[in-house]
């Protein structure tokens, strides 16, 4: 019933772009705050970035700030990752999660609690290479 499908993934050469998508279905996609997390072969989760439910506030990890970008678009139930200059280090399978309401973690940019998210995709791979 409630899903969320991850989508545009692939393999790209070092330097290049990727968007990824994140639908989601089965609750009410607007009330959630969404988080791009991403786990390398043999690594454990890594967060990535996170968006609020209204999609005004977004704030990243050090490790992408300043190449990756996140949006969504709540009329669509959908969420967004744009990538740009990709390294080898960003190998990896990429997964969307929601997370309900507005934590402390929002409000003062930090990482969410993980073990506290609500719903969680599937994943779609990302592979850089050098």
């Known amino acids: 019933q409630v899903q969320l499908v991850e989508s545009g993934g692939g393999s790209v050469q070092s330097g290049g772009s990727l968007r990824l998508s994140c639908a989601a279905s089965g609750f009410t996609f607007s009330r959630y705050a969404m988080s791009w997390v991403r786990q390398a072969p043999g690594k454990g989760l890594d967060w990535v970035s996170t968006?609020?439910?209204?999609?005004?506030?977004?704030y990243y990890a050090d490790s992408v700030k300043g190449r990756f970008t996140i949006s969504r678009d709540n009329a669509k139930n959908t969420l967004y990752l744009q990538m740009n200059g990709l390294k080898p280090e960003d190998t990896a399978m990429y997964y969307c999660a929601a997370s309900e309401a507005t934590g402390w973690w929002l409000l003062l940019r930090r990482e969410p609690p993980l073990d506290e998210a609500k719903y969680w995709g599937q994943g779609t791979q990302v592979t850089v290479s050098s």
């Open positions: 968006i609020n439910s209204g999609g005004d506030i977004a």
